[in-house]
């Protein structure tokens, strides 16, 4: 019964904010909240009643498959150590007089409202309610973005709610498509996506392209792709650290998650091949314009935002590949990329706080003696940069590799391009990390700069993430390994 | 009982009435205007509507019309109405990159491009008539017209307004193309209202100073006084 269990949990998470007196108690129901979404989708896991139909679910309108229940438990994860971050971090804020204390009970009813309406939008079989789900997520988070009411944010805010919610409605209208292809197919419509799966190799090619590319507008821009790329580094960098981990390592994914949907109906079409070049051109283009992007960057969070458009480009293009083993692949990457960028807000969120940068994506960061005084971060964001570059032996580099074969495999040129491109990028994260982390002052020198004492709970959250990079990428648990080829089962790309 | 001929014709002119409106959305600087204009968009879709349940007899098209008029004809328009009076912008005057003439021009386009791109589209379907296939035109020229709004315009009050007319565009294509279920259609209005609150919340904040804002806020009681003023 995942329904009433993600609403039961909402419900009270919300009662207990509502209730609860001060910061930390509303931060203890958001992490309380964030790690019961982690049973709930371990006990599903493990109780290998996935894909689970009616009776388990509540719902005629919503399912849980292998992907859906993958999804929820990085977010889930992503979600508890943002939210245990949070408790420092938000302490902070409020200190610093950068959040308001009459906008915390705000913050936080965003924040245990996001999680659970992420988890509905990934059980919906329903493509209308997912998208639904889909687009109160773009609400909650512009929220969590605007919070700190500097007119900034208020800016990056409205753009990321233009530029998504615009682009959105394209994907209705490619779902009011698919419903009609569905009718004149079946004779009764559904936009359930495991019937349009059964039914989709009886979908004409014409009707399903055009389906297909409107919906991809929709969810591209959800997922910051070229061109609708533009919202998703202002607002990354002007959020609240901890709400910028969640946006890049879950919020991201939602769009990607539409458009495997999506793209895993018209490949059972004739349309499959156009489809796949549609996802191969705009993946390149997002890729290359992320990487050179990134060259000029003088701001950690914006470099960091850019390297998650980036990586969107290049999981699209590892869905163009769509052999097997490449899906298998782009599965991996989204967990790994996930965690890779949760660890490198985090510890992004650290150094703001010792140097006192304004939130701000133009504002350059003034990081000097990095190693003195937060060497925890300055590990987190090497660690964490080197991941995301593709470095052995983290998880990243596996799933690039095995994407890059497959990619080479289709056309050497092509491949030859992604790696002068992921070169690039590489070259990028590195000079800036060089160039800022080598930045010293003489000890007598930098005097008014007070070390700022990392609270425990922003400390903890980085560690686990770190450790948790390092167990991705040296030991494939065999359960891992068998819920991504589950999914890709389910998806029928095998 | 009306004849559905008839009713196609009255449909078709209700059709003109949807270009005349997004037209005047596109190229009017009046706030005012454009929010009208806006309201009597809805209102012709409303109108749409129950034409087309006069001619098939669906309670669902019945049951949208009622949200659609409740929600697009009344809520919204009175909401962005009051928050514009707070905030007493009246004009528009500033567009991106497009003047109002280009933009008419382009949008008649755009309505050719559809057209093209449809016809070709909508080959594969079991004969529609022309009626369908032109409300789906509409719709989707609504939409990208509404698009262009929302891009060409500065004050992100007239934003929504655009952003508004695409969800116009997207109903009639629904309306047109095919019959979804009532509930989903429902809770697209309520994403909708919610989604306009925040913006015009969001707006006034853009566009006064933020001390203003903060006062505004509170007075709206969208955030809680600070310990001790109570």
Not at chain 1, 235 to 245: D, E, G, L, T
Not at chain 1, 382 to 396: E, H
Request: glycine share 6%; hydrophobic share 60%; charged share 10%.
């Amino acid at each position: 019964m995942i329904l009433p269990a993600i609403m039961t949990c909402a419900i009270l998470a919300l009662a207990g904010i509502f209730l609860a007196r001060d910061h930390r108690q509303m931060n203890l129901v958001c992490i309380i909240q964030a790690a019961a979404f982690v049973f709930i989708a371990v006990s599903y896991i493990l109780s290998g009643q996935v894909p689970a139909r009616l009776l388990a679910v509540g719902s005629p309108y919503f399912f849980v498959d292998h992907l859906g229940i993958y999804e929820i438990l990085i977010s889930a994860v992503i979600f508890t150590c943002a939210a245990i971050y949070a408790r420092g971090y938000v302490d902070g804020l409020l200190a610093s007089g950068e959040l308001e204390k009459g906008s915390l009970r705000l913050f936080y009813i965003a924040w245990a409202l996001l999680l659970p309406v992420l988890a509905i939008a990934f059980c919906a079989d329903n493509l209308a309610l997912f998208w639904i789900a889909a687009e109160l997520t773009t609400i909650i988070s512009a929220m969590l973005i605007a919070i700190l009411a500097a007119r900034e944010n208020i800016d990056a805010a409205i753009k990321y709610i233009f530029i998504a919610s615009t682009a959105m409605l394209f994907s209705f209208a490619g779902f009011i498509f698919l419903f009609e292809i569905s009718r004149s197919v079946t004779g009764t419509g559904s936009l359930n996506w495991t019937v349009l799966l059964s039914e989709a190799s009886r979908f004409p090619e014409g009707m399903a392209m055009a389906a297909f590319v409107l919906v991809f507008i929709g969810f591209a821009a959800k997922s910051g792709i070229f061109p609708f790329h533009t919202w998703l580094p202002e607002a990354h960098a002007k959020a609240p650290s901890a709400v910028s981990a969640v946006l890049s390592g879950v919020l991201l994914n939602i769009g990607i998650y539409g458009i495997i949907r999506v793209y895993a109906i018209v490949h059972q079409t004739a349309a499959s091949s156009t489809a796949a070049l549609l996802l191969l051109i705009f993946g390149l283009l997002t890729v290359g314009i992320a990487a050179f992007s990134m060259f000029p960057q003088k701001n950690l969070k914006k470099l960091v935002a850019f390297s998650s458009v980036e990586n969107m480009g290049f999981i699209l293009v590892g869905l163009a590949v769509s052999t097997p083993l490449a899906m298998f692949w782009v599965i991996f990457h989204i967990l790994a990329h996930s965690v890779t960028k949760a660890t490198l807000f985090l510890s992004a969120g650290i150094l703001h706080r010792q140097y006192r940068s304004r939130l701000s994506s133009e504002a350059v960061d003034d990081i000097h003696d990095v190693f003195r005084y937060q060497p925890l971060a300055a590990w987190g964001i090497i660690i964490g940069g080197l991941v995301i570059i593709g470095m052995p032996p983290f998880p990243v580099f596996f799933s690039k590799f095995f994407i890059l074969v497959g990619l080479g495999a289709l056309s050497p040129a092509l491949l030859f391009i992604m790696l002068v491109l992921l070169f690039i990028a590489a070259v990028a994260f590195g000079y800036f990390t060089i160039t800022v982390f080598s930045r010293t002052t003489a000890p007598g020198q930098s005097q008014d700069l007070a070390p700022y004492k990392t609270p425990a709970s922003m400390k903890i959250p980085v560690v686990v993430l770190l450790v948790l990079l390092v167990v991705l990428g040296i030991w494939f648990m065999g359960g891992e390994v068998s819920i991504i080829q589950n999914i890709i089962t389910e998806l029928r790309f095998s | 009982m009306i004849e559905s001929s008839l009713l196609a014709e009255i449909i078709k002119i209700f059709f003109i009435c949807i270009i005349i409106t997004a037209a005047c959305i596109i190229s009017s600087r009046n706030l005012l205007s454009v929010v009208s204009a806006y309201a009597l968009q809805s209102l012709t879709i409303v109108l749409i509507a129950i034409s087309l349940y006069l001619m098939e007899g669906s309670g669902v098209i019945l049951a949208i019309a009622t949200v659609t008029f409740i929600s697009k004809v009344l809520i919204i328009p009175y909401f962005i109405t009051t928050i514009q009076e707070k905030i007493r912008i009246k004009r528009d005057i500033q567009f991106h990159f497009l003047s109002p003439t280009t933009s008419l021009i382009i949008s008649i386009g755009l309505m050719l491009l559809v057209y093209i791109a449809l016809s070709r589209i909508m080959a594969a379907f079991p004969a529609r008539d022309t009626l369908f296939f032109f409300g789906s035109v509409l719709g989707i020229s609504l939409m990208l017209m509404g698009m262009m709004v929302t891009f060409s315009r500065k004050r992100a009050l007239t934003k929504v307004l655009g952003f508004l007319s695409m969800e116009n565009g997207v109903l009639l294509f629904g309306l047109f193309v095919t019959e979804l279920p009532f509930i989903i259609e429902f809770l697209i209005v309520i994403d909708l209202i919610i989604l306009v609150l925040l913006t015009t919340i969001l707006t006034v904040g853009l566009d006064s100073t933020l001390e203003d804002y903060h006062r505004r806020l509170h007075r709206f009681h969208l955030v809680e006084e600070p310990e001790g003023t109570k």
